[in-house]
C-alpha cells in the first residue's frame, strides 16, 4: 500500500496562493480587476515563494507553460483578424436571412450550424464575437427579439466546441497534456457532441416557442457586397488546408499550434496586400497573458506536492468505480463550470489526472468526461464561459441604445433558458457515457510529441 503525502509547508502556501489566484479570477465582476491581472500576479507570487521553499523558479515557471495553446489561439485569432473584414461573415448571416423567409427556427439553425461549424476550428470566443453583431443586425431588420438567437450562438459554440481537439480550450488544453491528436479527439467526442447539439436545438425550440412563433414584421431585401470577396476566398482555402493538416498532423509530428502557424503564414503570403499590424489587431493579448500565467501558477502548486497530496483522496474513489467516478466527475465539472470559468478548472485538474496515471491508475474515461463536462457545463449560466458574458454584454449594450430593457440577458433569462439546455445535455451525455463506457474507457494512443508526466 502506497504511503500517504503528508501537507508540508510548501504544498501550504502554494495551495494558499491558487486558492487566492482563483478566488480573484472567479470573481472578477464584483471587484472590477481583469482575470490576467489576478493571475499575473498569482504567477509572480508562485515563483517567489517557490524559489524561497526551494520547489519552483522562474526556469521551471517557463517550461510549465504550454506554448502550444497560447501559439495555437494566438494564430488563430490572427487569422479571423484576417477574415472579419472581408464582409464574407455579413453575406453569410444576409444569405441565411433571405432563404429563412421568416421562418425563426430555420433561421436560428441554419445560424447555430454555421456558428457550431466555427468552433470545430476556433474558440467559442472569437465565434460569438463574429457572430453576436450580425445576429444583433439581422434581428433588427426582421424587426424581432434578438435574444433567443444570441442565446443560441452562445449555447451552440459552448456545445460544438466540446466535438474537436481546436474548438474550445479546455480540449486544448487536455490534449495538449495526453497527447491526444486531432481525429482521436473526434472519434471520442464527435458523437456525444452531435447529440448534445441535437438536444440544445430541441430545447431552445421548446423554451422560446411563443418567440420563435412571432412573424417577423421586417424582411431582408437583396444581397451584402462583399468588402473584399478575393482575401475571403483565399481564407475559405487556407482554412480547408488547416482541416486537412489537422486530421493528419499526428502522422506528421506536427503539434496543433505548427498546423495554426503554418496557416496563418500561407494565409499572409497568399494574401499579400495584408499587413502583419492589421493581421494582429484581434488577437487578445490580455487572453494569451492569462493563460500564460495560469500555467505558471498550476506548475507551481504541481512541483510543491499539493496536487498529488490532493490526488491521493481520489484515487480509491476512482480504483473502485471507474464509470461513477467518471460520471461524477462530468457533472461536478459541469456545475462548477457554470458557477466559474472552466479554464481555471481543467487546469487544475489535468495534473490531478496526469498523477494518477503517473502511478499507474487507469483514468482514460475521466479525460472524456472532464472535456464533457466543462464544455456542457458552460451553458450553465451567465459567466460560465466567456462567450457567454460576451453575448450578455452585447444584449445589455443594445437594451440601452434601444432603450428597451426587454432586449438585456440577465442572469435571470440565462437560467430560465440556459441552464435546462446545460442538464438536458448532461442527461444526454450520462446516458451515453453509461451505454458505451466500454468504447470510452479504451486507452488512448499517446502522441509521440506528448509531454510525459512529471517525476517529483
Not at 154 to 171: E, I, Q
Not at 182 to 197: P, R
Not at 439 to 450: K, L, R
Request: hydrophobic share 55%; with cysteine.
Amino acid at each position: 500500500m502506497t504511503e500517504l503525502l503528508v501537507m508540508n509547508e510548501s504544498m501550504m502556501i502554494s495551495g494558499i496562493i491558487l486558492a487566492v489566484t482563483f478566488i480573484g479570477i472567479f470573481t472578477e465582476t464584483f471587484h472590477g480587476f481583469h482575470r490576467a491581472k489576478f493571475a499575473m500576479m498569482g504567477a509572480i507570487m508562485m515563483i517567489i515563494a517557490g524559489q524561497y521553499y526551494g520547489f519552483y523558479d522562474s526556469h521551471l515557471a517557463v517550461l510549465a507553460i504550454d506554448w502550444n495553446v497560447v501559439f495555437l489561439l494566438g494564430c488563430m485569432m490572427a487569422i479571423v483578424s484576417i477574415m472579419i473584414p472581408t464582409g464574407g461573415f455579413e453575406a453569410m448571416a444576409n444569405y441565411m436571412a433571405r432563404i429563412s423567409k421568416g421562418r425563426q427556427f430555420m433561421l436560428m439553425v441554419m445560424l447555430g450550424t454555421c456558428v457550431t461549424l466555427l468552433s470545430l476550428l476556433l474558440d467559442n470566443v472569437t465565434t460569438v464575437v463574429i457572430f453576436g453583431p450580425l445576429i444583433i443586425l439581422v434581428a433588427r431588420t426582421m424587426k424581432i427579439t434578438p435574444i433567443p438567437f444570441l442565446l443560441a450562438a452562445a449555447l451552440l459554440s459552448n456545445t460544438g466546441g466540446v466535438a474537436t481537439l481546436v474548438g474550445d480550450p479546455p480540449n486544448l488544453m487536455i490534449g495538449s497534456a495526453k497527447g491526444i491528436d486531432f481525429n482521436t479527439f473526434v472519434k471520442h467526442m464527435g458523437g456525444v457532441t452531435f447529440a448534445a447539439w441535437i438536444t440544445v436545438l430541441f430545447m431552445l425550440r421548446f423554451l422560446f416557442r411563443k418567440q420563435l412563433a412571432i412573424e417577423p414584421q421586417g424582411k431582408f431585401q437583396g444581397e451584402t457586397e462583399y468588402k473584399d470577396k478575393k482575401l475571403w476566398n483565399q481564407s475559405l482555402f487556407v482554412l480547408g488546408v488547416m482541416v486537412i493538416m489537422f486530421t493528419i498532423h499526428h502522422s506528421i509530428g506536427w503539434e496543433p499550434w505548427m498546423v495554426s502557424a503554418m496557416g496563418l503564414t500561407l494565409l499572409v503570403f497568399i494574401a499579400k496586400r495584408v499587413e502583419m499590424d492589421h493581421a494582429m489587431e484581434e488577437v487578445e493579448i490580455p487572453l494569451l497573458i492569462f493563460f500564460i500565467s495560469l500555467f505558471i501558477v498550476v506548475g507551481g502548486v504541481e512541483h510543491s506536492g499539493f496536487l498529488r497530496y490532493l490526488g491521493q483522496f481520489i484515487m480509491p474513489f476512482v480504483q473502485e468505480d471507474l464509470l461513477i467516478a467518471t460520471l461524477v466527475l462530468m457533472w461536478v465539472a459541469a456545475i462548477l463550470s457554470a458557477a466559474i470559468d472552466n479554464i481555471p478548472f481543467t487546469a487544475a485538474m489535468i495534473p490531478i489526472l496526469l498523477g494518477m496515471e503517473a502511478q499507474g491508475v487507469h483514468v482514460t474515461p475521466l479525460w472524456w468526461a472532464l472535456s464533457a463536462g466543462v464544455g456542457m457545463g458552460g451553458n450553465g449560466t451567465h459567466i460560465g464561459s466567456t462567450a457567454n458574458v460576451y453575448i450578455v454584454t452585447i444584449s445589455e449594450r443594445l437594451a440601452k441604445r434601444e432603450n428597451d430593457p426587454s432586449l438585456a440577458i440577465t442572469p435571470w433569462v440565462w437560467f430560465r433558458y440556459g441552464t435546462p439546455a446545460m442538464i438536458a445535455t448532461l442527461i444526454m451525455c450520462t446516458l451515453i457515457f453509461y451505454f458505451f463506457f466500454e468504447f470510452y474507457d479504451q486507452s488512448v494512443i499517446v502522441s509521440i510529441n506528448a509531454p510525459a508526466a512529471p517525476a517529483h
